[in-house]
């Protein structure tokens, strides 16, 4: 399985961006799919996932209400829309999946067990 992860780059605080993340393989549909980030000196943390159903939908505190995470069966492809970009949101964000049950949707870095290479986010003040 690979993960291929696109759409970052650098923008204004308060701008917006949509990652994007297709995957490789034959059984997309069975794999809940999430985003995560790693900034600079620190441990990479989850920021939204979604399960098999587009209705389980977990978001880290700091992305509710600003980040949406959706997917597109037919397109093998997970984004993450980011809305009201803020320069704590700099990091190199990763698309990672996992095979799962209809009802288990990971949360957790350590859940996942594919893994893109990462695009990187920066916002500027």
């Known amino acids: 399985v690979q993960l291929q992860a696109s759409g970052g780059g650098l923008v204004q605080a308060e701008g917006s961006l949509r990652l994007s993340c297709v995957v490789s393989?034959?059984?997309?549909?069975?794999?809940?799919l999430g985003w995560f980030r790693q900034a600079a000196g620190k441990e990479r943390e989850t920021v939204a996932v979604?399960?098999?159903?587009?209705?389980?939908?977990y978001y880290t505190d700091s992305a509710k209400g600003r980040f949406a995470i959706s997917r597109n069966n037919d397109k093998k492809t997970v984004y993450l829309q980011m809305n009201s970009l803020e320069p704590e949101d700099t990091a190199v964000y990763y698309c990672?999946?996992?095979?799962?049950?209809?009802?288990?949707?990971?949360?957790?870095?350590?859940?996942?067990?594919?893994w893109g290479r990462g695009t990187k986010v920066t916002v500027s003040s």
């Open positions: 393989g034959r059984t997309f549909s069975r794999y809940a």
């Open positions: 979604i399960g098999r159903s587009t209705s389980s939908t």
């Open positions: 990672a999946a996992k095979e799962v049950i209809m009802t288990v949707t990971p949360t957790t870095v350590d859940d996942y067990k594919y």
